[in-house]
C-alpha cells in the first residue's frame, strides 16, 4: 500500500526499487521492519516533496532498503527493511525523530442491548440518534464478511457527503460487497508480507474479507443492523444488533494468520481518519512500551486530535496485576464482565455428584446410560497428557470414553479435536488454578462441558479413585436471568497502568463473555481448521468482544452529542458508571469471578457501563490536546518523544518554567501513589457542565484495609447556572505509611438533584 497523492520521478524510482528488494528483504534474518519519525519542519531545501527526502534518508544507510509505507497524518515517516546498524545510523541523522522497531499485536479474542437497557429504547434514550447514520465506526481488525445480515442497509439514506473511504477490490472481494451500511472495507499487508512473506491466498483471502471471524464479529458488536433470529446452533436465539445498529461500518484488514504488525496498523488507522470515521474500534494490543514506541497510541493521539473517539480493549492476561495494555490516557481502555445468560451443561458422575458447567455443543447426544469415564493424565504416555495436547491419548484408553481434560496451553476446543480423534466419546474440560471458577462457554466438536476448578478436582480424583468411573452430561440449552451479572471475568487484563501509574486504567468493564454477534463463512464457530460447521453468528468471549460495545457506545452519544471532545465522550461513559449490582443484591459491588471478591478499580475501573445514563451525565471532564502535551511534559518526554506523539515541534512546550504534573491531567479518576512512609498528593480537575443549571454537593472517602485515607475536596459546592459553564476543584489525599505495594480505594461523587458524577481513586503506596 502507498501513500495517495503525488510522487516525483525521484521517490518513484526509490519505490520502485524498494518493492524489487521486499522480496528478498523479507527472507533476510537480519532485516526487521523499523516505522521512522521524521520531523515534518526539518526538511532540508532542495527537495521537492517530503517523499524525496525520506527516500534520500533511506538510501544514505541502505542501498536495498525497502519502503514499505509512508505517512503524512498520523505521524510523519516511513516505515522500512533495515538491520539494527542501519536503524542506528538513521537515528543518528538530523531530522529523524525516532526509529522503532516494529511490534507484533495480537488480537484480544443478542442479549446484549437488553442487558445494557438499550432493547427497544434507543429512541429514547438518544432522541437525536436518527443522525447516527452519519456517524461512521472504523473497525481495525481481520476484515469483513460483508455478505452477513448484521450489514443490510435497509432503511438507510445515502452515504455521507464528506466520506471519502471505498471498497478495495481482492481475491474473493468485489467492490460491489459494500452498501449503505458497510461504506468502506480496506486492507493492509505489505508490513505484514515483508516480514511473513506473501499471504497464503489458499488460507486466507489477500483483500478485506475476513477468514478469521474476529473482525466480522467485533464490527457487528459496535454496529451490526438488527438481524431476526439469530443463534449459534440453537443458543442464544433472538434478535442480534450492534449497540448502534444506525451507524455506518467500515473495515480496515490489518490483522493476518501471522499476526498484526504496527506498520499495517498505523497506516490503516491513518487512512482510516482521512476517509472520515467517527469512532475507531481497535480490539488487539500487544506490550507495555512507552507511548511513542507503541503504534496503536501513536496514531491514537492524531485521531484524538481530530475528534475521533479511540477504544481498545485492555487485553486478555488477567487476572494478574498490571497485566494490560492500551494504557494511554487518550485511548478508552475497556476490561470484560459477563452477562446475565448462561448456557449450561450438567455433569453427573457414577457417584451421584453434579456439577454445574457451559457449552455450546450441538449435536448427536451421549447415551442416557453412564459412559465410562477417564482422567487424560491416567490415558497418555506424554508428561502433558492431562492437557490433551495433540496426539498425546492413547486411543485404547479413551475410545467411547468421557475424557477429563486439564485447560491450558493448548486451545480449548481444540483438546475436544483430541479425544474425538483418538475415539472418545465426550470431554469434560476443567479448568485449573490459573482460570478458577471462569467457565467460557466453547462450541464443543463432541459432546464437552467446561466445568470450574473446584469441580475439576473432584472429578479428577474420582476418575483416579473408583475402579469403574462413569459420567454424563446434560445440555440444558439457553439460561437468562442468571445472578449475579456482570461478574469481572478472570481473562480481562488488570491495572495499575505500568508507563503512568498515576492514570487508572482500565477506564470501565463492558459485556465480553459469551457475545453472540455475525461470523466468517470461511471457518467453523470453534476457530479450529477441521471444524466443518458453518454458522452465521457466533459466541465468543474477549476483551475484543468488550471494546466494541463501547465503540458502538460512542457512537450513540457521538450521534447525540455531536459537540463533545472523545474525552467529554469517554467521560460521560465513565462518570455514569455502575459499581454495585442495580438490583441491589451483593451490596459490596460488582464481584470478581477470579476471586470470588467485590472488584476493585484496578478490575474494572470506573465501574460497569450503563448507557442509559451516559447520555445525560450532567458533568464531564473534558481533555484537549494541549493538556495531553503537558501531561507528556510532566512524564519527562523529550522533544523528539513529545513530537512522536504530537506531530509538532515541542522545543519551547515544555518550559523549564514551568510546573508540569500527572495530578493534573483532568482525568475522570484519580490515581494517587504515596511513598511507603506516608504523605500526600494534590490533584486538581475541572468539570464542564451539559445539563441542566444546578448545584452540586460532593461526598469523597478512601481506605485501605480498613484504615481510612484522608480526602478534602475544595470547594465542596459546584454551582452552574448554564450549560458549558466549567468550575474547578482540587483533591488532597495523605495517608500514613503502609508497606509498599499496598492499595487502598475510594469514590469521589459530585451529586445533583438529578445527576451523580462519580470517580474511582486508588491510592498505592510505593
Same mark, same amino acid.
Given at each position: 500500500?502507498?501513500?495517495?497523492?503525488?510522487?516525483?520521478?525521484?521517490?518513484?524510482?526509490?519505490?520502485?526499487?524498494?518493492?524489487?528488494?521486499?522480496?528478498?528483504?523479507?527472507?533476510?534474518?537480519?532485516?526487521?521492519?523499523?516505522?521512522?519519525?521524521?520531523?515534518?519542519?526539518?526538511?532540508?531545501?532542495?527537495?521537492?516533496?517530503?517523499?524525496?527526502?525520506?527516500?534520500?534518508?533511506?538510501?544514505?544507510?541502505?542501498?536495498?532498503?525497502?519502503?514499505?509505507?509512508?505517512?503524512?497524518?498520523?505521524?510523519?515517516?516511513?516505515?522500512?527493511?533495515?538491520?539494527?546498524?542501519?536503524?542506528?545510523?538513521?537515528?543518528?541523522?538530523?531530522?529523524?525523530?525516532?526509529?522503532?522497531?516494529?511490534?507484533?499485536?495480537?488480537?484480544?479474542?443478542?442479549?446484549?442491548?437488553?442487558?445494557?437497557?438499550?432493547?427497544?429504547?434507543?429512541?429514547?434514550?438518544?432522541?437525536?440518534?436518527?443522525?447516527?447514520?452519519?456517524?461512521?465506526?472504523?473497525?481495525?481488525?481481520?476484515?469483513?464478511?460483508?455478505?452477513?445480515?448484521?450489514?443490510?442497509?435497509?432503511?438507510?439514506?445515502?452515504?455521507?457527503?464528506?466520506?471519502?473511504?471505498?471498497?478495495?477490490?481482492?481475491?474473493?472481494?468485489?467492490?460491489?460487497?459494500?452498501?449503505?451500511?458497510?461504506?468502506?472495507?480496506?486492507?493492509?499487508?505489505?508490513?505484514?508480507?515483508?516480514?511473513?512473506?506473501?499471504?497464503?491466498?489458499?488460507?486466507?483471502?489477500?483483500?478485506?474479507?475476513?477468514?478469521?471471524?474476529?473482525?466480522?464479529?467485533?464490527?457487528?458488536?459496535?454496529?451490526?443492523?438488527?438481524?431476526?433470529?439469530?443463534?449459534?446452533?440453537?443458543?442464544?436465539?433472538?434478535?442480534?444488533?450492534?449497540?448502534?445498529?444506525?451507524?455506518?461500518?467500515?473495515?480496515?484488514?490489518?490483522?493476518?494468520?501471522?499476526?498484526?504488525?504496527?506498520?499495517?496498523?498505523?497506516?490503516?488507522?491513518?487512512?482510516?481518519?482521512?476517509?472520515?470515521?467517527?469512532?475507531?474500534?481497535?480490539?488487539?494490543?500487544?506490550?507495555?512500551?512507552?507511548?511513542?514506541?507503541?503504534?496503536?497510541?501513536?496514531?491514537?493521539?492524531?485521531?484524538?486530535?481530530?475528534?475521533?473517539?479511540?477504544?481498545?480493549?485492555?487485553?486478555?492476561?488477567?487476572?494478574?496485576?498490571?497485566?494490560?495494555?492500551?494504557?494511554?490516557?487518550?485511548?478508552?481502555?475497556?476490561?470484560?464482565?459477563?452477562?446475565?445468560?448462561?448456557?449450561?451443561?450438567?455433569?453427573?458422575?457414577?457417584?451421584?455428584?453434579?456439577?454445574?458447567?457451559?457449552?455450546?455443543?450441538?449435536?448427536?447426544? %451421549?447415551?442416557?446410560?453412564?459412559?465410562?469415564?477417564?482422567?487424560?493424565?491416567?490415558?497418555?504416555?506424554?508428561?502433558?497428557?492431562?492437557?490433551?495436547?495433540?496426539?498425546?491419548?492413547?486411543?485404547?484408553?479413551?475410545?467411547?470414553?468421557?475424557? %477429563?481434560?486439564?485447560?491450558?496451553?493448548?486451545?480449548?476446543?481444540?483438546?475436544?479435536?483430541?479425544?474425538?480423534?483418538?475415539?472418545?466419546?465426550?470431554?469434560?474440560?476443567?479448568?485449573?488454578?490459573?482460570?478458577?471458577?471462569?467457565?467460557?462457554?466453547?462450541?464443543?466438536?463432541?459432546?464437552?462441558?467446561?466445568?470450574?476448578?473446584?469441580?475439576?478436582?473432584?472429578?479428577?480424583?474420582?476418575?483416579?479413585?473408583?475402579?469403574?468411573?462413569?459420567?454424563?452430561?446434560?445440555?440444558?440449552?439457553?439460561?437468562?436471568?442468571?445472578?449475579?451479572?456482570?461478574?469481572?471475568?478472570?481473562?480481562?487484563?488488570?491495572?495499575?497502568?505500568?508507563?503512568?501509574?498515576?492514570?487508572?486504567?482500565?477506564?470501565?468493564?463492558?459485556?465480553?463473555?459469551?457475545?453472540?454477534?455475525?461470523?466468517?463463512?470461511?471457518?467453523?464457530?470453534?476457530?479450529?481448521?477441521?471444524?466443518?460447521?458453518?454458522?452465521?453468528?457466533?459466541?465468543?468471549?474477549?476483551?475484543?468482544?468488550?471494546?466494541?460495545?463501547?465503540?458502538?457506545?460512542?457512537?450513540?452519544?457521538?450521534?447525540?452529542?455531536?459537540?463533545?471532545?472523545?474525552?467529554?465522550?469517554?467521560?460521560?461513559?465513565?462518570?455514569?458508571?455502575?459499581?454495585?449490582?442495580?438490583?441491589?443484591?451483593?451490596?459490596?459491588?460488582?464481584?470478581?469471578?477470579?476471586?470470588?471478591?467485590?472488584?476493585?478499580?484496578?478490575?474494572?475501573?470506573?465501574?460497569?457501563?450503563?448507557?442509559?445514563?451516559?447520555?445525560?451525565?450532567?458533568?464531564?471532564?473534558?481533555?484537549?490536546?494541549?493538556?495531553?502535551?503537558?501531561?507528556?511534559?510532566?512524564?519527562?518526554?523529550?522533544?523528539?518523544?513529545?513530537?512522536? %506523539?504530537?506531530?509538532?515541534?515541542?522545543?519551547?512546550?515544555?518550559?523549564?518554567?514551568?510546573?508540569?504534573?500527572?495530578?493534573?491531567?483532568?482525568?475522570?479518576?484519580?490515581?494517587?501513589? %504515596?511513598?511507603?512512609?506516608?504523605?500526600?498528593?494534590?490533584?486538581?480537575?475541572?468539570?464542564?457542565?451539559?445539563?441542566?443549571?444546578?448545584?452540586?454537593?460532593?461526598?469523597?472517602?478512601?481506605?485501605?484495609?480498613?484504615?481510612?485515607?484522608?480526602?478534602?475536596?475544595?470547594?465542596?459546592?459546584?454551582?452552574?447556572?448554564?450549560?458549558?459553564?466549567?468550575?474547578?476543584?482540587?483533591?488532597?489525599?495523605?495517608?500514613?505509611?503502609?508497606?509498599?505495594?499496598?492499595?487502598?480505594?475510594?469514590?469521589?461523587?459530585?451529586?445533583?438533584?438529578?445527576?451523580?458524577?462519580?470517580?474511582?481513586?486508588?491510592?498505592?503506596?510505593?
Amino acid at each position: 500500500m502507498w501513500c495517495h497523492g503525488k510522487r516525483s520521478a525521484i521517490f518513484a524510482v526509490a519505490v520502485a526499487a524498494a518493492i524489487v528488494a521486499s522480496a528478498a528483504a523479507a527472507v533476510r534474518d537480519d532485516l526487521r521492519t523499523y516505522i521512522v519519525h521524521m520531523s515534518h519542519s526539518a526538511m532540508p531545501d532542495g527537495f521537492a516533496e517530503h517523499g524525496d527526502w525520506y527516500a534520500s534518508s533511506l538510501q544514505s544507510v541502505s542501498d536495498s532498503a525497502a519502503v514499505l509505507y509512508t505517512y503524512d497524518t498520523l505521524l510523519h515517516g516511513y516505515s522500512a527493511r533495515l538491520t539494527r546498524a542501519e536503524a542506528e545510523a538513521l537515528e543518528a541523522q538530523p531530522g529523524v525523530l525516532l526509529v522503532n522497531p516494529e511490534t507484533r499485536y495480537e488480537l484480544h479474542t443478542t442479549r446484549t442491548p437488553e442487558f445494557l437497557g438499550l432493547d427497544g429504547r434507543t429512541d429514547a434514550l438518544f432522541p437525536q440518534s436518527g443522525t447516527a447514520s452519519d456517524v461512521v465506526v472504523g473497525v481495525l481488525d481481520t476484515g469483513v464478511w460483508p455478505e452477513r445480515a448484521s450489514y443490510d442497509d435497509a432503511g438507510f439514506g445515502p452515504v455521507p457527503t464528506g466520506w471519502k473511504g471505498k471498497c478495495e477490490e481482492g481475491n474473493d472481494f468485489n467492490a460491489s460487497a459494500c452498501n449503505k451500511k458497510l461504506i468502506g472495507a480496506r486492507f493492509f499487508l505489505t508490513g505484514y508480507e515483508a516480514s511473513k512473506g506473501p499471504v497464503d491466498v489458499s488460507k486466507e483471502s489477500r483483500s478485506p474479507r475476513d477468514n478469521d471471524g474476529h473482525g466480522t464479529h467485533t464490527s457487528s458488536t459496535a454496529a451490526g443492523s438488527a438481524v431476526r433470529g439469530a443463534d449459534l446452533l440453537g443458543y442464544a436465539s433472538g434478535t442480534a444488533k450492534g449497540m448502534a445498529p444506525r451507524a455506518r461500518v467500515a473495515t480496515y484488514k490489518v490483522c493476518w494468520v501471522g499476526g498484526c504488525f504496527s506498520s499495517d496498523i498505523l497506516k490503516g488507522m491513518e487512512v482510516a481518519v482521512a476517509d472520515g470515521v467517527d469512532v475507531l474500534s481497535l480490539s488487539l494490543g500487544g506490550g507495555t512500551s512507552d507511548y511513542y514506541r507503541d503504534s496503536i497510541a501513536v496514531g491514537a493521539f492524531s485521531a484524538m486530535e481530530k475528534g475521533i473517539f479511540v477504544s481498545c480493549s485492555a487485553g486478555n492476561a488477567g487476572p494478574g496485576a498490571a497485566s494490560l495494555t492500551n494504557g494511554a490516557p487518550w485511548i478508552t481502555t475497556v476490561g470484560a464482565g459477563t452477562l446475565d445468560r448462561d448456557f449450561p451443561a450438567h455433569v453427573t458422575l457414577g457417584n451421584g455428584k453434579n456439577y454445574t458447567g457451559v457449552s455450546l455443543y450441538s449435536g448427536k447426544q %451421549l447415551p442416557t446410560t453412564p459412559v465410562p469415564f477417564v482422567y487424560a493424565g491416567n490415558a497418555s504416555n506424554s508428561s502433558m497428557g492431562a492437557l490433551c495436547m495433540t496426539g498425546s491419548l492413547i486411543p485404547e484408553k479413551v475410545a467411547g470414553k468421557i475424557v %477429563l481434560c486439564d485447560r491450558g496451553t493448548n486451545a480449548r476446543v481444540q483438546k475436544g479435536f483430541v479425544v474425538k480423534d483418538a475415539g472418545g466419546a465426550g470431554m469434560v474440560l476443567a479448568n485449573t488454578a490459573a482460570n478458577g471458577e471462569e467457565l467460557v462457554a466453547d462450541a464443543h466438536i463432541l459432546p464437552g462441558s467446561g466445568v470450574g476448578e473446584k469441580a475439576g478436582n473432584a472429578m479428577r480424583t474420582y476418575a483416579s479413585s473408583d475402579p469403574n468411573p462413569t459420567a454424563n452430561i446434560v445440555f440444558a440449552g439457553t439460561k437468562v436471568g442468571i445472578q449475579p451479572s456482570p461478574v469481572v471475568a478472570a481473562f480481562s487484563s488488570r491495572g495499575p497502568n505500568t508507563v503512568t501509574p498515576g492514570v487508572l486504567k482500565p477506564d470501565l468493564i463492558a459485556p465480553g463473555v459469551n457475545i453472540l454477534a455475525a461470523w466468517s463463512g470461511s471457518i467453523g464457530p470453534s476457530g479450529i481448521a477441521g471444524d466443518n460447521r458453518r454458522s452465521s453468528f457466533n459466541i465468543i468471549s474477549g476483551t475484543s468482544m468488550s471494546c466494541p460495545h463501547v465503540s458502538g457506545l460512542a457512537a450513540l452519544l457521538r450521534s447525540a452529542h455531536q459537540d463533545w471532545t472523545p474525552a467529554a465522550i469517554r467521560s460521560a461513559l465513565m462518570t455514569t458508571a455502575y459499581t454495585v449490582y442495580p438490583n441491589g443484591n451483593y451490596n459490596n459491588g460488582i464481584l470478581d469471578v477470579a476471586t470470588g471478591r467485590p472488584a476493585t478499580p484496578l478490575d474494572i475501573g470506573a465501574g460497569h457501563v450503563d448507557p442509559s445514563k451516559a447520555v445525560d451525565p450532567g458533568l464531564v471532564y473534558d481533555i484537549t490536546a494541549a493538556d495531553y502535551v503537558d501531561f507528556l511534559c510532566a512524564i519527562n518526554y523529550g522533544p523528539a518523544q513529545v513530537a512522536a %506523539l504530537a506531530k509538532h515541534s515541542t522545543a519551547d512546550r515544555c518550559s523549564a518554567n514551568r510546573t508540569y504534573a500527572v495530578t493534573a491531567l483532568n482525568y475522570p479518576s484519580f490515581s494517587v501513589t %504515596l511513598p511507603a512512609a506516608g504523605g500526600a498528593e494534590k490533584h486538581t480537575r475541572t468539570v464542564t457542565n451539559v445539563g441542566q443549571p444546578g448545584t452540586y454537593k460532593v461526598t469523597a472517602s478512601a481506605a485501605a484495609g480498613g484504615t481510612p485515607v484522608s480526602v478534602s475536596v475544595e470547594p465542596s459546592t459546584l454551582s452552574f447556572t448554564k450549560a458549558g459553564e466549567k468550575k474547578s476543584y482540587t483533591v488532597s489525599f495523605a495517608a500514613g505509611g503502609k508497606p509498599s505495594g499496598t492499595n487502598g480505594f475510594g469514590r469521589l461523587v459530585w451529586s445533583s438533584d438529578h445527576h451523580v458524577v462519580a470517580s474511582p481513586i486508588v491510592v498505592t503506596w510505593t
